[in-house]
């Protein structure tokens, strides 16, 4: 069983700054990509920024240049610092993680629980 668990969300106001931690444990044989989705209300999830074993990253336009992604491969640990927050950053984010509980099987994604992050003065 693979659980992801998040931490970091909260209340912020604009400008501000947060930082999302997100770590993956369990029976884990090996990981490929890590990432962060979100969801605000009556929207379709969307992929805020995503990173590869080997530091690859990719970021949605919106938040270029203000969310920086890494990981710690030792910790299958995930990180997302959120800078210069804007209140249409408001949304409920995702981690997800593409991986393997075993070296013959397919790879799969596996999500937490989401965490709320509410940009208001």
């Known amino acids: 069983q693979v659980q992801l668990v998040e931490s970091g969300g909260g209340l912020v106001q604009p400008g501000g700054s947060l930082r999302l931690s997100c770590a993956a444990s369990?029976?884990?044989?090996?990981?490929?990509?890590m990432g962060w989705y979100r969801q605000a209300p009556g929207k379709q999830r969307e992929l805020v920024a995503r990173?590869?074993?080997?530091?690859?990253?990719n970021y949605a336009d919106s938040v270029k240049g203000r969310f920086t992604i890494s990981r710690d491969n030792a910790k299958n640990t995930v990180y997302l610092v959120m800078n210069s927050l804007k209140p249409e950053d408001t949304a409920v984010y995702y981690c997800?993680?593409?991986?393997?509980?075993?070296?013959?099987?397919?790879?799969?994604?596996?999500w937490g629980q989401g965490t709320q992050v509410t940009v208001s003065s």
């Open positions: 990173i590869t074993t080997l530091g690859i990253k």
């Open positions: 369990g029976t884990i044989f090996s990981i490929n990509a």
């Open positions: 997800y993680a593409s991986l393997r509980t075993g070296r013959y099987d397919s790879w799969d994604d596996y």
